[in-house]
Every structure is written in C-alpha cells, then in structure tokens.
C-alpha cells in the first residue's frame, strides 16, 4: 500500500463513535474547500466541499463546518465504521481563473473495532 | 475514481531513462491535473491543462513535460527520469478550474 500515512498525525476512534478531523487552513482569501478521503493504495476521493457563503454542510453521515473567523475546518463522520480508516485532506482554493487547490498533509483516521 | 484511468500502474524504470504516464477520462471534463504525493508532503501540482494544447506549470514542473492532444488524454513525460522522481503520481480532472477535483487510481513509479 502507499506510504503517504507516514508521519502524518493519527485520530483513533472506536467504532460506531462520531469523528471529527479538523483542518486549519492558511489563506484568509479562500473562498472554496473540499475534504478528501484515501484509503491505501487509492487514489484521492472526494466526500463533500463548501462554499465560504456556507458555515455548514451535510452529506451522507459527514458534516462539513466552516469557521472562517479563525480559518477551520472540520469534517464530521456519524457512527464511524472500519471502513472509514484512511487518510483525511483538506484542500483549499481562492475562486477565479487559473486557480488552483491546495492540499493539506492529512490526518490519519484509525478506527477501532 | 470518476471515470479516470491512468497507465501504467505501476513501472520501475533506470536513471535517465525517458518515461510516459498516461492519464485517460471519459468525464470530458476541461482541466486535467498532475501531482505528486510525496511522504511529508501534500499533493503537489506538476502540470496542468485548461484545454486541448493548452497546458501550463505547476509548482514542481522541473524535469517534467506534458501533452495533451485530445480532450480525454493527459500525458506526462520524465525526459530523463532521476530517484528523486520516485512518487506516487495521481492524475486529476475537474470541469472548472480549481473546484471539485477528481482523482484517478494513481501510478507508482519507482526510479532506480
């Protein structure tokens, strides 16, 4: 599998728990985030993205908080599952043309069965 | 992985030697990214396009070049591959610059 979990920190949770990864982000200007999930061996997946119109967003079992006073974010995950062990990133981006994201290092998310 | 292939998967190849990563998408999405991933390092972008021919460097395009000749392919090519181009290599899309990305399964280069 991939080695990009290597000296990223660690969450561990214990299953059927609620999880929440937190993100600081550094541009006071960024207007658009996004959480990934990546599972070992795999590619980047995308969970859910917010608008900075927007404090909160819900999908399916993750929530989404903003708080753009002192550039958080977090990602939310209702009775957490073994299936949910991966690392979590947050990507940041100011809208317009030609930008682009910018990712985070990640946090890794242990659950405990 | 939203409709994104990328070959090959895997490849260990020679110091100095020239190699090509393919990026493939059935999504006909405009933007299509490469990255890096890097332990200790977020994803880091090498090359990007905003169209058919139209392509542009990211922040870690040293040594890296790519083409893109039909909306569906992205091509990155190592002219002259070195260990410290040793990554894993994701290719991405997106259908406006800089928002929600999607990402293929990746390709494990390792250079020798």
């Known amino acids: 599998g991939e080695s990009v979990g290597l000296h990223l920190p660690t969450l561990s949770v214990q299953e059927g728990d609620n999880s929440i990864i937190n993100c600081a982000y550094s541009?006071?200007?960024?207007?658009?985030f996004i959480w990934y999930k990546q599972e070992s061996g795999k590619g980047p997946q995308f969970i859910i993205d917010i608008r900075s119109n927007m404090d909160k967003r819900q999908g399916q079992r993750v929530t989404v908080l903003l708080n753009k006073t002192v550039k958080h974010l977090s990602l939310q995950i209702a009775a957490t599952q073994p299936g949910d062990s991966a690392v979590y990133f947050c990507?940041?981006?100011?809208?317009?043309?030609?930008?682009?994201?910018?990712f985070g290092k990640g946090i890794t998310l242990s659950v405990r069965p | 992985d939203a409709g994104i292939t990328q070959s090959p998967r895997h490849k260990v190849t020679e110091t100095g030697t020239p190699v090509t990563l393919r990026c493939h998408q059935t999504?006909?999405?405009?933007?299509m990214y490469w990255y890096r991933q890097d332990p200790g390092h977020g994803l880091r972008l090498i090359h990007y396009s905003y169209g058919v021919k139209d392509t542009d460097k990211g922040e870690v395009s040293d040594g890296y070049s790519v083409s893109r000749s039909k909306t569906e392919d992205f091509l990155l090519t190592l002219e002259s591959a070195t260990s410290s181009q040793t990554s894993v290599y994701f290719c991405?899309?997106?259908?406006?610059?800089?928002?929600?990305?999607?990402f293929g399964p990746g390709t494990r280069l390792t250079v020798t």
């Open positions: 991405a899309i997106s259908g406006e610059t800089g928002q929600r990305t999607y």
């Open positions: 999504e006909n999405h405009r933007y």
């Open positions: 990507a940041e981006n100011i809208s317009g043309a030609n930008s682009k994201l910018t």
């Open positions: 541009n006071s200007a960024s207007d658009y």
